[in-house]
Structure formats: structure tokens, C-alpha cells
């Protein structure tokens, strides 16, 4: 039997369906950059990817990463601050964001994403949030601290008007409230 593919292979499935070469994108949470690698050849040498993490390793490893394959500086800014900070950026109109909640792999596990700075961030970019676009959202709610984002999340997502936004959430089917979940937010449009 095949396996089903896991939840960040789906959010990169709906960012595929959504982004074009000359579109903006944003990696609200940079890690060790395998997400802003992934945004940046979707839209290729027209495109811009933004990206934040408030650790500087893991700008550097993205850096690292970015330059290993060849990705033109052009393409690409990393912030070395708060994905909260999105807010304080006239964006252009954004096709997608990945949020990877939680800390970064390999790294300092007492670092990790708040539920404050998350909704901040994660309204600014459906404020810039394109016809058609896609904000993909990776909550961990094993870790301390990750339970109460990953609620506050969903909650925040509750509230949306359907409207305008349409949100799925994958995950498994069972009784273990730390698993790993995937919540997608799709605004409508062409």
C-alpha cells in the first residue's frame, strides 16, 4: 500500500496550485530553509520570496541553502526578526505564505513561535493575501507552549468569514491531541 502523503507534502501541493513564476511569497517562519528553497523555485528569477526567523542560525542556514542552490540573490530578502514584524511591511500582493510553527529543527528548543506574534503575523499576510492565494499553517501542539498557538490558531481561523476564505485542516483521525496538524486558508477568487 502506498503511503498518504503527510501533511507539509499537502500544504506544498496547494502552494503549487496557487503560485506562478513573477509571484510573491512569503516563509513567515524560516527553519533551516527547505520551505524558502521550495517558494523560491516556484517563482523563479521574476518572482520575490520573503522570508523571517528570529533566530540568526537559522537565517544563515537558509542563506546557506539558498546559495548552495543556486537561487539568485534577487529572488529572495531574509529578516532576521519576528514573523509578528510582517505587519510592518507594505507587502505586495501575496500569492502564498508557509507558517512551520514551533522551533526551529536542530536548534534551540526553548525558541519557539508564540500565539501573539503568530496572529500577528498570520493576519498581515491575509490583509496582503492575493485572489486565489494560499496560507499554509503547520501547528505542533506536542511542544510547550505549541498546544495553546496551535488552539488560538484554530480558534482565529473559526472566525473567518467564509465568504471570502475558505480553511481546511488535515490531520489524523485520533485521540492524540499532540499530533501535528496542517490548517490551509484559501482566499476565494479566480
Known amino acids: 500500500m502506498r503511503q498518504l502523503p ?12 496557487c ?4 509571484d510573491f511569497a512569503i ?26 526567523d528570529i533566530q540568526k542560525e537559522a537565517v544563515e542556514s ?15 530578502e531574509l529578516h532576521h526578526a519576528s514573523h509578528s514584524t510582517i505587519s510592518r511591511i ?15 529543527p536542530g536548534g534551540d528548543k526553548s525558541v519557539i513561535t508564540s500565539a501573539e506574534d503568530s496572529l500577528a503575523a498570520l493576519q498581515a499576510v491575509l490583509d496582503s ?3 486565489g492565494g494560499v496560507v499554509t499553517v503547520m501547528c505542533y501542539p506536542g511542544h510547550e507552549g505549541g498546544d495553546t498557538e496551535a488552539k488560538e490558531i484554530l480558534n482565529f481561523c473559526q472566525m473567518l468569514d ?18 501535528p ?6 482566499r476565494r477568487g479566480n
Not at 6 to 17: D, F, G, N, T, V
Not at 62 to 76: D, N, P
Not at 90 to 104: E, H, I, R, S
Not at 162 to 172: A, G, H, K, N, S
Open 62 to 76: 537558509t542563506r546557506r541553502r539558498l546559495q548552495l542552490h543556486e537561487i539568485s540573490e534577487s529572488v529572495y
Open 19 to 22: 503560485v506562478n513564476p513573477g
Open 181 to 186: 496538524f496542517l490548517i490551509g486558508i484559501f
Open 90 to 104: 507594505d507587502l505586495a500582493p501575496v500569492k502564498a505564505a508557509m507558517f512551520n510553527l514551533g522551533y526551529l
Open 129 to 131: 493575501l492575493a485572489s
Open 27 to 52: 516563509d513567515a517562519t524560516l527553519g533551516n530553509g527547505h520551505d524558502t528553497l521550495f517558494l523560491c523555485k516556484l517563482v523563479g528569477n521574476e518572482g520575490r520570496v520573503m522570508g523571517f
Open 6 to 17: 503527510r501533511p507539509l507534502q499537502i500544504a506544498k501541493s496547494w502552494i503549487e496550485l
Open 162 to 179: 467564509r465568504q471570502v476564505w475558505q480553511v481546511q485542516r488535515v490531520d489524523e483521525l485520533d485521540q492524540d491531541q499532540t499530533r
